[in-house]
């Protein structure tokens, strides 16, 4: 398929992210608002197919799926045979649109195509035999930001999308990855820190967002970092419950120790380090590394202070007692716990969302009978009218690892 085909004179197909086939600035088929149909899948699996054409076995799969059909061939032939009527009436050339040569169908070669996928792949691979080193970078930028999503999203249950699906996917990630060292490189660190928000858009809950953090840590733009550190922690423990990657965590120890301020009197520092200005009640809700180092120091202070303190884990579960893991009232109840506990615990306590309806609560200088009077305390506030879901409680105390 040729992909160096003006606008006007090809077939412009995108099937990277949302699926549309465009023909003179006119979308014949996909878009914002399009119905999956036998003609749809026809027209895909033979355009995408290129050169190699489609088998009529694979063909028929792919059109009638499992279903017992009387005369498939004959079937095959009806679908064709309205598929070319359709490509007509969009204003097509009148040419033999779907072609068949010894049993395998092809996409006429008298419409020229161009395809983002098609154009995708090609450049990742003119990047990796590439030698001189900027055009390498410039070819593997231009592959990443043709990869505008997941090949053919919306039917990511049919076989052979699926598989390509996972090939284009593993293109882009190696991709970004070679782009991103060699960003390191030449230190462009902008365009690592753009490369970075890109890919976390379009390949969410991958980490990417540690290329972003990278960058900004390399520029100097530190409170952009931890901006961007929080907000990335929170996303994907509200979206999948899951903890930050090593690599965050790594990323923000170093962050840490390259953050430098301005020399101040101890009163100004200690007044940017307060909470107190905040005016907040209730608990300290904070980040999960956040609470993690609360923990860590904790154990720590047992040691010297012999200070009774538990662990509590807070789990929403269903009327039948099991935990509540997906649903769409799940972020709301989430939501309403996360308030109920804080409203429940005291000001020295420390609070953290540990997953999808999961909470962590670390009660300081409290009684394992005092940990049974918070958790009266928020099912009192979170358990509203005849509610069925309710709150399951673990707790642990909390040991020094140096006894």
Request: glycine content about 6%.
């Amino acid at each position: 398929m040729n992909t160096e085909i003006s606008t006007q004179d090809a077939l412009q197909v995108r099937m990277l992210g949302r699926f549309s086939i465009t023909w003179k600035d006119q979308i014949l088929v996909g878009g914002a608002n399009y119905s999956e149909s036998q003609f749809v899948y026809l027209i895909q699996i033979l355009i995408h197919a290129g050169e190699k054409g489609v088998s009529r076995t694979a063909l028929e799969e792919v059109l009638f799926e499992a279903r017992e059909i009387t005369n498939i061939r004959h079937a095959t032939q009806s679908v064709i045979y309205n598929a070319k009527k359709k490509l007509k009436q969009a204003g097509l050339p009148d040419v033999n649109y779907i072609e068949q040569k010894n049993g395998v169908f092809y996409w006429t070669n008298k419409i020229p195509v161009v395809e983002d996928a098609v154009a995708f792949e090609e450049l990742c691979h003119q990047a990796d035999k590439a030698e001189v080193l900027e055009e390498k970078l410039r070819l593997y930028l231009d592959a990443c930001y043709t990869y505008t999503g997941e090949f053919l999203a919306s039917q990511a249950g049919v076989l052979w999308i699926a598989q390509e699906a996972r090939r284009y996917h593993a293109l882009f990630c190696s991709a970004a990855e070679n782009a991103a060292g060699l960003l390191r490189i030449t230190q462009d660190y902008t365009k690592l820190e753009a490369l970075g928000r890109y890919a976390a858009r379009i390949d969410p809950l991958a980490n990417w967002e540690a290329l972003s953090m990278e960058a900004l840590t390399a520029l100097g733009r530190y409170d952009e970092a931890i901006r961007l550190y929080d907000d990335t922690v929170r996303y994907y423990m509200q979206e999948e419950g899951l903890k930050p990657s090593r690599k965050m965590m790594d990323l923000l120890s170093e962050l840490g120790e390259k953050m430098q301020h301005t020399h101040e009197v101890l009163d100004e520092i200690q007044d940017h380090l307060s909470g107190r200005a905040e005016g907040l009640s209730g608990g300290y809700v904070c980040s999960y590394p956040v609470f993690q180092g609360i923990y860590r120091m904790v154990e720590r202070m047992i040691e010297r202070g012999g200070q009774s303190i538990f662990l509590m884990l807070c789990t929403i579960v269903d009327g039948k007692g099991n935990a509540m893991r997906e649903g769409a009232q799940l972020e709301e109840l989430s939501a309403r716990l996360g308030e109920a506990i804080q409203e429940s615990v005291r000001h020295s306590d420390a609070i953290t969302r540990y997953g999808k309806g999961q909470y962590l609560v670390l009660l300081i200088n409290t009684t394992l009978e005092n940990c049974a009077v918070v958790q009266k305390r928020i099912n009192h506030s979170f358990i509203i009218r005849r509610q069925r879901t309710g709150v399951e409680y673990y707790v642990n105390s909390v040991l020094s690892p140096y006894h």
